[in-house]
């Protein structure tokens, strides 16, 4: 028995010096199971349709509650996270009403594409590892794309816990993190699970300008400019166009504010890294995009799944926010765009801008 654990203590070290190696910046373990309370909150979640359009999360729920349903051979859940710390603080571009502002996460290369690749090569050598030692191992990779709850097993593994606003937060790095897992049929001896250390702050509920978290701890995503700005496929609901103000791809607000950041790090990840040109464009840039010029610019990025179409009325809807008369041209070219959504959303906009013009 003595032999085995030891067996998994030298295993653990070694696959989390690999992990650092590869460039991870902070790596826990969790049991694959989920809590009791971690499955009643994802039902309660989709049962008040707090997930609007995102059809997907009810079709998953039973999958996504506990790991044991998404895969029942799996022991072990290995969390990994990177570091996306931005140089400056989000907040302060919101002042530049006639630039747009695309949330820290997507100003660079995709993370799904550069977490997965080291996640198979980390879960490879972990295989390699475990039969080296006689030890049978299968594994599975994840990243943001199958129906695991992140956050959740990142507490459970030690990487942080999770704020008033949902989002997993770190002692170490704040807010700014992406995470990855490795579901593992090995059962590696897990870390502790992080406890909440939110306290009585509640910067991040105040600062949201949607009003999207009902509660502590519950987000309506209907409500979130996130939500309204990525997922959404419709028209900006009109009550939330104003609030929306110049953010036209995510939001980082409750990110941002959150004091935990005064211990975040600058990333030490080049492709995640803002470029400087890149934390806040000019609208008439954007708006002046076709559909070929937005692939071009967004190739590589997370904001090209959204399709030129979205991308579009998001910077409308902030062109008609920012009070730049000189917008109003590039405005007047969506005017009579065949696609209904762009057509009205140009029409608020022009009217806005209009309006503020006179007065």
Request: hydrophobic share 35%.
């Amino acid at each position: 028995m003595k032999k085995r654990e030891k067996h998994f203590e030298k295993l653990t070290q070694r696959l989390r010096d690999d992990a650092r190696s590869l460039g991870f910046d902070a790596i826990g373990i969790s049991p694959a199971t989920s809590s009791k309370l971690t499955k009643t909150a994802l039902k309660d979640f989709v049962k008040s349709g707090f997930h609007g359009s995102m059809a997907w999360m009810e079709d998953t729920v039973e999958r996504r509650c506990d790991p044991q349903v998404l895969w029942g051979e799996s022991k072990s859940v290995i969390m990994l996270a990177v570091n996306y710390g931005p140089e400056t603080d989000p907040l302060d571009a919101l002042t530049q009403k006639e630039n747009g502002i695309i949330s820290v996460y997507a100003r660079n290369r995709d993370y799904h594409d550069i977490i997965k690749g080291r996640l198979k090569t980390l879960a490879s050598k972990l295989v390699s590892q475990a039969r080296s030692r006689g030890l049978e191992c299968s594994v599975k990779v994840f990243v943001d794309t199958a129906p695991v709850m992140e956050k959740p097993l990142a507490v459970q593994a030690g990487l942080g816990w999770q704020g008033k606003h949902t989002n997993l937060v770190s002692r170490e790095f704040g807010s700014w993190l992406f995470l990855g897992s490795i579901f593992t049929t090995l059962e590696l001896p897990p870390d502790a699970a992080e406890i909440d250390h939110c306290g009585s702050c509640a910067n991040c509920l105040d600062i949201c300008p949607t009003d999207a978290f009902p509660a502590p701890y519950k987000l309506d995503a209907r409500r979130c400019i996130s939500y309204l700005t990525i997922e959404n496929k419709g028209p900006i609901p009109v009550e939330f166009r104003e609030a929306m103000g110049n953010r036209i791809y995510g939001c980082d607000d409750c990110l941002a504010v959150c004091p935990w950041n005064k211990f975040a790090q600058v990333t030490r990840e080049t492709k995640l890294a803002t470029p400087g040109d890149a934390s806040s464009v000019s609208l008439a840039d954007f708006l002046s995009m076709d559909d070929a010029a937005f692939r071009k610019r967004f190739s590589g990025s997370p904001v090209k799944r959204i399709g030129h179409a979205r991308f579009v009325r998001n910077c409308l809807i902030a062109a008609g926010n920012s009070r730049c008369t000189n917008l109003i041209d590039p405005i007047r070219k969506w005017i009579d765009d065949p696609d209904p959504i762009i057509n009205e959303s140009a029409q608020w906009a022009l009217d806005k801008l209009t309006k503020s013009k006179r007065e």
